[in-house]
């Protein structure tokens, strides 16, 4: 990975749409503003924009850790500026601060993430790895060997 600027930033523009909302799976529709776990996806897709320019050639990266304070309301249909910053770089970690801005100018939310870069192909051997332990672990499908 080739080093970020140092303040590096990041930029991501969504529209709240009512899928944003808060909708739970089992308690159903709760409020009709952004959803503290959509901003979390959006956060993590900014901190991923942050650092997509610098992997090189084999490289990719996994997120390990988000804050996310959830300070004021969007509606759908309102547009929500997310910001990523570089906090700091070390070696394979990166931390990055994040800020949403709904376009009335409310801070929407603020928090953290980390990212860390690795091998892809190493990457990719983790999940194969998961996905044989599990397949080791289910109960085995009527019918199949």
Do not use: C
């Amino acid at each position: 990975m080739r080093p970020l600027p140092e303040g590096h930033i990041a930029r991501l523009e969504v529209q709240v749409t009512d899928e944003m909302t808060v909708q739970f799976d089992r308690l159903g529709p709760l409020h009709p503003v952004y959803a503290t776990y959509q901003i979390a996806r959006h956060f993590e897709e900014a901190g991923r924009l942050l650092l997509l320019p610098y992997l090189e050639p084999g490289e990719d990266a996994v997120g390990s850790a988000l804050s996310v304070e959830h300070l004021a309301s969007a509606l759908p249909g309102m547009r929500v500026n997310i910001t990523a910053t570089l906090d700091s770089q070390d070696g394979r970690r990166l931390v990055a601060s994040l800020k949403a801005v709904s376009e009335l100018g409310d801070l929407i939310a603020t928090g953290h993430t980390t990212q860390h870069v690795m091998s892809a192909q190493r990457l990719q051997e983790r999940f194969a790895a998961l996905q044989g332990r599990w397949a080791q672990q289910r109960p085995q499908e009527e019918g199949t060997p």
